[in-house]
């Protein structure tokens, strides 16, 4: 069974909501919680993209949520928008 047969990930993107979470926690650095649903949102893009290595991915090698925000934390802060402006609804 294919990667993509186990997760749906078509089309994965945030809502303006989650956007503003993203902004608030990487950039204006006044939040720590992700809103509700982002960070499945962001695992979902990552694994549409394939950055997010497949023993992460299933929680065997690493932790999911810790790869996503060390993901996030590597990001420019304009990196951090052209990935957000991309992947906004």
């Known amino acids: 069974m294919k990667l993509e047969e186990v997760f749906d990930y078509r089309n994965p ?7 503003q979470s993203l902004r ?10 992700m809103a509700d649903g982002t960070e499945e949102v962001l ?3 990552f694994m549409s993209l394939g950055e997010m290595p ?3 991915a ?7 949520s ?8 590597k990001m420019s802060p ?12």
Do not use: C, H, S
């Open 24 to 33: 608030d926690i990487f950039i204006n650095r006044k939040g720590i919680d």
């Open 78 to 89: 304009g990196e951090l928008e052209d990935f957000l402006d991309r992947y906004t609804a």
């Open 58 to 64: 299933k929680a065997r090698t690493g932790d999911p």
């Open 66 to 73: 810790e790869w996503i925000y060390e993901r996030l934390a």
């Open 54 to 56: 497949y023993g992460v």
């Open 43 to 45: 695992y979902n893009i």
């Open 13 to 19: 993107m945030l809502t303006p909501v989650q956007v």
